[in-house]
């Protein structure tokens, strides 16, 4: 056997190795990337923690009990809160599809969209089953009962919880073994793509995901509150868990109005539209303010991306990954940006998939 044989089947046994470790573990890479994406945006917290514990094992598992709290105490109130006003929210949407929905007053008597919104109205929501008819994938015909929506919800919500507690024991391990595992990572990295390229690329990730973390969700919980204190001014009904639904949303561009759109609907169905109008105006303004200065600020800034880029990374990344890519696809921008810099400057270390190391 010559030596070109050897390499070729000594890549194809590692390539099929790194499949079928793939193909196991593909349960858990969801778990795993919202593990390492939170490890990354508090591995500094971490290090001052063992710094001033001195103990790595103690650090680790108080600041993944301390992540749990901060993401657990609020899915607690707000299962707690959608589990006393489940039943009749489920029971008015199966009611609401089988019976059809008047049209609101409030509706006719809009100015300019009045009458042919009405008419929509008639033609669609008012129908049996024409709230069924709005969703394409026509699930809501599926359900006869409210114990049918809240039976789904649980299957959903238990599925959830559960990679919910993977991810925070993947979080503890990453915290206790996160040097080993970087240096492992760097020596594989310098080996294969040469150290200065390696460091060129590796030293953009955390401060990428640090940035869409803080410009993401902690400016999406600020949303939240603040278009929250509308919601308890205009006397809404569950305004705390409105605000949360909305801060929750608010971490993906332009999501927050899907929320207090909605909250202004129902202030508008009860009869309160001078409520419903102030709280789309304030929530648009919020809005305006957030995702158009604070968050290109916060992640252009410490990424050094332009503005478009952000934008693209970060809507992109939710088109084709779901949540977890509004963290991935801005960092994927930076690599990108980072490779377009190196055509320029490095341009021997483009056009090679292995740099010489140097």
């Not at 929509?120 to 024409?130: D, F, I, V």
């Not at 705390?240 to 332009?254: D, E, K, Q, S, Y």
């Not at 759109?261 to 709280?279: D, M, N, R």
Request: proline letters at 5%; aromatic letters at 10%; one cysteine or more.
């Amino acid at each position: 056997m010559t030596e070109t044989q050897r390499d070729i089947l000594s890549a194809g046994f590692s390539l099929t190795l790194i499949a079928l470790a793939a193909f196991v573990m593909q349960r858990f890479f969801l778990p795993l990337i919202w593990a390492g994406i939170l490890c990354v945006a508090t591995w500094p917290l971490y290090r001052r923690l063992r710094a001033r514990i001195g103990h790595d094992i103690i650090a680790a598992a108080l600041l993944t009990l301390l992540m749990a709290a901060v993401f657990i105490v609020p899915v607690l109130l707000g299962v707690t809160q959608a589990m006393r006003q489940g039943p009749e929210l489920a029971n008015y949407i199966v009611t609401a599809n089988t019976d059809g929905i008047a049209v609101p007053d409030f509706v006719q008597h809009l100015p300019v969209i009045g009458d042919s919104l009405a008419e929509w109205w008639r033609a669609t929501l008012s129908q049996p089953h024409g709230l069924a008819h709005l969703f394409s994938d026509r699930q809501i015909n599926g359900f006869h009962s409210a114990s049918d929506i809240i039976k789904v919800a649980g299957v959903g919500l238990m599925h959830r919880l559960v990679d919910f507690g993977l991810a925070f024991l993947c979080l503890f391990f990453f915290y206790k073994d996160g040097e080993a595992l970087t240096r492992q990572i760097t020596h594989i990295g310098s080996r294969w793509f040469g150290e200065q390229r390696w460091a060129r690329y590796s030293d953009k990730i955390p401060t990428a995901i640090r940035a869409t973390v803080n410009g993401l969700v902690l400016v999406g919980l600020a949303e939240g509150v603040l278009i929250g204190i509308a919601y308890w001014l205009a006397d809404l009904k569950s305004a705390a868990l409105w605000a949360a639904a909305t801060g929750v949303l608010a971490i993906i561009p332009f999501g927050a109005p899907l929320a207090f759109v909605s909250a202004a609907g129902l202030l508008a169905v009860g009869g309160a539209l001078p409520a419903a109008l102030a709280v789309v105006v304030w929530g648009t303004l919020v809005l305006f303010v957030a995702d158009h200065f604070v968050r290109p600020g916060i992640i252009g800034n410490a990424t050094r991306l332009p503005f478009l880029a952000v934008l693209f990374g970060i809507l992109g990344g939710v088109e084709t990954l779901g949540l977890v890519g509004l963290f991935i696809g801005p960092v994927v921008m930076v690599l990108f940006v980072t490779l377009w810099h190196e055509a320029r400057t490095h341009p021997q270390d483009v056009g090679s998939p292995v740099a010489k190391p140097r």
